[in-house]
């Protein structure tokens, strides 16, 4: 996606909640685990995968570390079914920003590439990243072409969105919000980078 977090915001507050309720065929069974890359992506996703298992998980981690091995990974956590997992990884830039080892990287790349391509269908991967680093995943030769073919660039809410996304929960819980009020929030983030994110921290400590 071309948004970064406003486009995670959307995926948390629409996507998600649409699958759980059964939006495609089947997908209110799914297993849904979500991370961030962080420093130790390995470790992000074991913990992500342990979230989400049928079983205990001891080891995963260092499973993953040592063999990065993430479909043997992902079906040690599902049952043994036809159950599925959708991986949503927020914030897909971390992996070139916050982890520092290439090769931790780079292995990271590979393994989930591979993943996706051999797990019998049963992982799915939804990752939300800034438009700005999107050339370096089409870099990796197997993860890239994925990233290529499932590209969706996520643009901006307009003023009217935004403040539908404002008024409609506040009204859902009994809210009414003062008037001019939205307005006036929808002004400070307008044509800001991570307007979602910034809406979501000031209406939170609005509420509070």
């Given amino acids: 996606n071309g948004q970064g977090t406003d486009a995670a915001a959307g995926f948390r507050a629409g996507l998600i909640p649409a699958l759980r309720a059964g939006g495609l065929g089947g997908s209110a069974a799914w297993r849904i685990a979500v991370m961030l890359p962080g420093s130790r992506p390995f470790e992000e996703l ?17 499973e993953l570390d040592r063999t990065g091995d993430i479909g043997r990974a992902v079906a040690r956590v599902l ?6 997992l959708l991986l949503v990884i927020d914030q897909f830039e971390e992996l070139f920003t916050v982890t520092r080892d290439g090769t931790v990287r780079e292995r990271f790349l590979e393994a989930l ?14 990752i939300t ?20 073919e499932g590209l969706e660039a996520v643009t901006p809410l307009t003023h009217d969105e935004l403040d539908e996304a404002i008024a409609r929960p506040a009204a859902a819980v009994g809210l009414e919000l003062e008037p001019g009020l939205a ?9 800001q980078p991570g307007a979602l994110p910034q809406l979501q921290y000031a209406l939170t400590e609005l509420f509070e």
């Fill in 113 to 126: 590439g591979t993943a996706l391509g051999g797990a019998r269908g049963r992982l799915l991967a939804v």
């Fill in 79 to 84: 049952p043994g079914d036809d159950t599925r």
């Fill in 129 to 148: 990243m800034r438009a700005d680093f999107l050339d370096r995943p089409l870099l990796a030769p197997e993860f890239g072409e994925l990233v290529r």
């Fill in 46 to 62: 074991a913990a992500a995968l342990g979230s989400v298992a049928s079983e205990p998980t001891t080891g995963l981690a260092e």
């Fill in 183 to 191: 307005s006036e929030v929808i002004a400070d983030v307008a044509r």
